[in-house]
């Protein structure tokens, strides 16, 4: 069944409620976050919210009717977050190219810094990654949007910046801003299994550094 988009914006267009009942559903909606990366969609409930956020169960259906778009509004504002921050990454580092490896290699190590900055959605991303199968198309479909497809775009679109000046040679910027973070930050992300486990930083600097030399040789004019 189709949902209707929940976003940070339509909740900021909903009518501005009296400072007591926004109050609530601030701590309604931060109570969702914790439990959906604590326990998963599925055991993210309507009861758990309560119980996590101290307020009576009648106040989360009062201030979500539908607990469901509750939860796909949450994921969404917090991939469009984590986007936000991996686009500010792409355009610091490829603004000015002093060195087209070592940019490279610093673009690596900045856009695994979000593992550690938004530990909470990364947790919701593993729980979410889990249960795919079991959540509505819709919802992956829109998360996939506002957060990878976005950071990913925001990327291919600094990739060609640099190839407009000569350094790379990128016929096509989408497909190239997917293979930079498969060759580059995939590695870490996997062995960290997205930010859960440490990884020593010999080994991510060599997995970053191997790759931002994998994706020059394919990409060298």
Same mark, same amino acid.
């Given at each position: 069944?189709?949902? !209707?988009? &929940?976003?940070? +914006?339509?909740?900021?267009?909903?009518?501005?409620?009296?400072? %007591?009942? &926004?109050?609530?559903?601030? =701590?309604?909606?931060?109570?969702?976050?914790?439990? $959906?990366?604590?326990?998963?969609?599925?055991?993210?409930?309507?009861? /758990?919210?309560?119980?996590?956020?101290?307020? !009576?169960?009648?106040?989360?259906?009062?201030?979500?009717?539908?607990?469901?778009?509750? $939860? @796909?509004?949450?994921? $969404?504002?917090?991939? @469009?977050?984590?986007?936000?921050?991996? &686009?500010?990454?792409?355009?610091?580092?490829?603004?000015?190219?002093?060195?087209?490896?070592?940019?490279?290699?610093?673009?690596?190590?900045?856009?695994?810094?979000?593992?550690?900055?938004?530990?909470?959605?990364?947790?919701?991303?593993?729980?979410?990654?889990?249960?795919?199968?079991?959540?509505?198309?819709?919802?992956?479909?829109?998360?996939?949007? &506002? %957060? !990878?497809?976005? =950071?990913?775009?925001?990327?291919?679109?600094?990739?060609?910046?640099? /190839?407009?000046? %000569?350094?790379?040679?990128? !016929?096509?910027?989408?497909?190239?801003?997917?293979?930079?973070?498969?060759?580059?930050?995939?590695?870490?992300?996997?062995?960290?299994?997205?930010? +859960? $486990?440490? @990884?020593?930083? =010999?080994?991510?600097?060599?997995?970053?550094?191997?790759? @931002?030399?994998?994706?020059?040789?394919?990409?060298?004019?």
């Amino acid at each position: 069944m189709a949902m !209707p988009r &929940a976003t940070s +914006a339509t909740l900021e267009r909903t009518p501005r409620p009296p400072d %007591g009942a &926004a109050d609530e559903r601030r =701590a309604v909606v931060r109570a969702a976050r914790t439990v $959906l990366a604590r326990e998963g969609w599925r055991r993210c409930t309507a009861e /758990a919210t309560a119980a996590e956020a101290g307020v !009576p169960l009648d106040a989360v259906r009062r201030c979500f009717p539908d607990h469901e778009q509750l $939860l @796909v509004g949450v994921l $969404l504002d917090s991939s @469009v977050s984590v986007a936000a921050a991996l &686009a500010q990454v792409a355009e610091s580092c490829l603004a000015e190219i002093t060195d087209l490896e070592q940019d490279l290699i610093a673009l690596g190590r900045a856009w695994l810094a979000p593992l550690e900055a938004f530990r909470e959605h990364f947790a919701i991303v593993r729980h979410v990654s889990a249960e795919v199968t079991r959540l509505p198309v819709e919802a992956v479909e829109k998360w996939q949007a &506002a %957060g !990878p497809r976005q =950071a990913r775009g925001e990327l291919a679109r600094r990739l060609r910046g640099v /190839a407009a000046r %000569g350094l790379l040679d990128i !016929p096509d910027a989408d497909q190239a801003a997917e293979r930079f973070i498969l060759l580059v930050p995939s590695g870490v992300v996997q062995r960290s299994f997205l930010g +859960a $486990l440490p @990884v020593p930083r =010999a080994e991510a600097e060599a997995l970053i550094a191997d790759g @931002v030399a994998d994706f020059i040789r394919l990409y060298h004019p």
